[in-house]
């Protein structure tokens, strides 16, 4: 029997909510990237290093603060658990059930507000929504609610491209970029995700050329997001896991376990390093959260808003 992808909980609304700090939150994760690459002050990555050195907050890497998932196992679905729910994840695989607690997709949507998951990697829905079916939806080639909110071209493009670097129904990044930058430029859904996942499936070839590479493709997606979006859009980025020290695996090796986020656009007032540290995936439904004005909550193994970021 699957595991169910999150620990029971707890739930209570502890305060209701303030001021909305941003009209709207796209999270980006870039799957299995590592603090060292992501943190470098080589230019691999220059609009992500503008978003962390002049125009938001980072955490993650020596100098700049710990951020960690809870684990015990650092792999994609537990990782994106955690992110969604902001708890800590009872996943142990990326063969745990669909998930049956509200997320924070969950929570934009009873809010009135529109939300949108948009991944390379299929098994992401599993982890995004209880009920899925209310979200506009693409992750993989295949797996799709709503298909008619996307452009039905770039949809098919992405269907036919085969799983490029990656296997079963995986949609190479050039192609959910492309479906995600087109969505984002007709709709503004209160909540989006864009999973990435080049990074992840080259590392586990052990092909480093290819994973620097899919970490330009990504930084040149957040260069024409940051154009699409409107003024008072907030932009988070992140990775799912880390990696262990022989760069190819991950799992339970604890130096997996060390994650990062980058934070930049409305609401985002503080300028370099993060000082509250550490914090953990667990932290960022509870910021975005705060962000959006959505009621604050306790809940078992709940994280809390980043204060850097957004405090009630």
């Known amino acids: 029997m699957k595991a169910n992808v999150a620990l029971a909980t707890v739930v209570e609304v502890v305060e209701a909510p303030r001021t909305t700090r941003t009209e709207q939150v796209v999270l980006v994760a870039i799957d299995g990237a590592r603090w060292q690459e992501i943190f470098s002050k080589e230019p691999i990555m220059p609009t992500l290093r503008r978003f962390m050195t002049t125009d938001g907050i980072s955490v993650g890497a020596p100098g700049y603060g710990e951020m960690h998932a809870s684990g015990p196992n650092y792999v994609s679905l537990p990782g994106y658990t955690e992110i969604f729910t902001g708890r800590t994840s009872a996943c142990r695989s990326n063969d745990c059930a669909p998930i049956s607690e509200r997320t924070i997709v969950d929570e934009v949507v009873d809010a009135g507000g529109d939300a949108a998951v948009i991944s390379s990697w299929e098994m992401i829905d599993r982890a995004a929504a209880r009920e899925p079916g209310r979200v506009t939806l693409s992750t993989g080639r295949h797996h799709v609610a709503h298909r008619e909110a996307f452009d039905d ?160």
């Open 153 to 312: 071209k770039l949809f098919e493009e992405g269907a036919r491209s085969g799983p490029g670097c990656g296997i079963g129904d995986y949609r190479p990044d050039a192609h959910t970029i492309r479906l995600a930058l087109d969505y984002l430029s007709h709709h503004t859904p209160k909540f989006a995700f864009v999973g990435l996942g080049d990074t992840d499936e080259h590392a586990h070839r052990d092909n480093h050329t290819g994973y620097v590479d899919a970490l330009r493709t990504a930084d040149a997606f957040l260069a024409d997001l940051e154009e699409r979006l409107p003024p008072r859009a907030t932009i988070l980025v992140t990775a799912d896991h880390g990696r262990a020290a022989n760069f190819r695996d991950h799992g339970m090796m604890p130096e997996a376990a060390r994650v990062w986020l980058v934070a930049r656009g409305a609401g985002i007032d503080a300028r370099g390093p993060l000082d509250q540290s550490p914090v953990r995936l667990a932290d960022i439904a509870p910021t975005i959260r705060c962000l959006l004005g959505l009621p604050r909550l306790i809940a078992t193994g709940g994280g809390e808003p980043i204060a850097q970021i957004c405090s009630y």
